[in-house]
C-alpha cells in the first residue's frame, strides 16, 4: 500500500547534553520516510525540495528499503537547515538558527505516479500547502496530517478549511487545547473531531501518546530509555510507524489502530537513541517487533472482578 509524504527536507546542526550533530539529515519527510520504510508493502514515496547544497547520498539507505525520493525538487540555493539546543529536560529546546532555503519557495508539485497513493502524510508545512496537496491526488483512503501552534495562531482560517479533508490530526497536547480553545484534552479532541477528523492523535512526548475515535479512548505510554541523544524528529518517527503498520495490514478497523499507535511509539522511541535518522540506517524489523513485545508485556495485566465485588 503506497505512502505519500509531503514535507521538510533539511540540514539540521542538534546539540543536547549528551553530544552535537552538524548539518545532518533531518526534516519530517525523511524521519518519516525512515520509520515507515521499515515495514512490508509501505512503498513510501516522497515530496520535498532541497537546495544544490544538500548531501543527497545521505538519503542512499532510503533508495535501498524502497522509498522513492524521485518527487524531492532540487532548486539554486540554501537547503533548509534548522540549528537548535535542547535541554537536560528533553522536551524543553531553544531553537539557534533557522534558514529556510529553497524551503520558502515550496510549491508541492505531485508527479503523476504519486496521485494515487492511498495513504497521505501532510508534514508540518502551511495548511494552504497541504490543501494544495491534497488537491493533487485522487482520493486517497486515509490522510494523516501534523501541523504546529503557529499555524494555529497565525492561519487558523486555511487550517479550519483542511480538516473537513483529513481522517487523522496529529498534534502535541499543548497545540491541541490550543486549536480548541479548551484546557481538557478530552473535550479538545472532540473538539476537532467536530470539524472533520474522524480520529486525533495527541502526542505527549515521553510520556506516550492517545488516539481518540468516536467512541473510545487507547493510550501507549513512551518506552523507557535509559538513554537519549537526540529527540528531534520523534513525532515524525512516530507518524511513520503508524502509517507504515496500517500500510503493512491494509486496514484501519479499531483494533489495528491500537497496534499502529504501539508501534509509532516503538518507532519514535528508536529514533531518540541516535542523531538525526542514524539509527534507523541499522534498525531492523525484528527489533521493532521485540520492542512492540516489550510494550505488550509492560501494560499486559490480569484483573480479577472478584477482588472487589467478594
Known sequence: MSILVVGSVALDSVHTPFGSAERVVGGSANFFAAAASLFPRSGVRVVGVVGDDYPMDRLAFLSDRGVDLSGIERA???????AGRYHYDLNARDTLETRLGVFADFQPRIPEAFRTSEQVFLGNIHPDLQLDVLDQVDDPGLVVCDTMNFWIEGHRASLERLLPRVDVLMVNDSEARQLANEPHLLQAARWIQARGPRWVVIKKGEHGAVLYDEASIFFVPGFPLESIFDPTGA?????GGFLGYLASVGTQDPGELRRAMVYGSATGSFAVEDFSVDRFRSLTPLEIADRVEDFRQMTFF?????MIHG
Open 76 to 82: 539554486a540555493g540554501e537547503s533548509f537547515f534548522w
Open 235 to 239: 513525532g515524525d518517527s512516530f507518524a
Open 302 to 306: 490480569e484483573h480479577d472482578v472478584s
